[in-house]
């Protein structure tokens, strides 16, 4: 693993980068600590089985009532009630 500095890392991100793209793994430091790292993305190959077989579904809620009134008033009032 290599180390580079903060400052350093801000003067060349692009070979650092490319770097990386290429297998290397780069420890960042800040006033000589190790405070980060970065390394390249590994693939991952494991398949996650499905909870269930067949279609997927959308969980089963009540459906919502609309409440339509002649007026914005009759709605607020009926609003009211239910408190």
Do not use: C, F
């Not at 800040?30 to 993305?41: G, K, M, Y």
């Not at 996650?48 to 279609?55: M, Q, S, Y």
Request: aromatic share 2%; hydrophobic share 35%; proline share 6%.
């Amino acid at each position: 693993m290599k180390s580079v500095s903060v400052r350093e890392l801000r003067q060349n991100p692009a070979g650092m980068l490319r770097d990386v793209e290429a297998g290397e793994t780069y420890a960042i430091t800040s006033r000589n600590r190790q405070i980060a790292r970065i390394e390249p993305i590994v693939a991952s190959t494991q398949v996650i089985p499905a909870k269930r077989e067949g279609r997927p579904q959308l969980a089963e809620r009540s459906p919502h009532t609309v409440r339509t009134a002649a007026s914005v008033d009759e709605l607020l009032d009926d609003l009211k009630g239910d408190w």
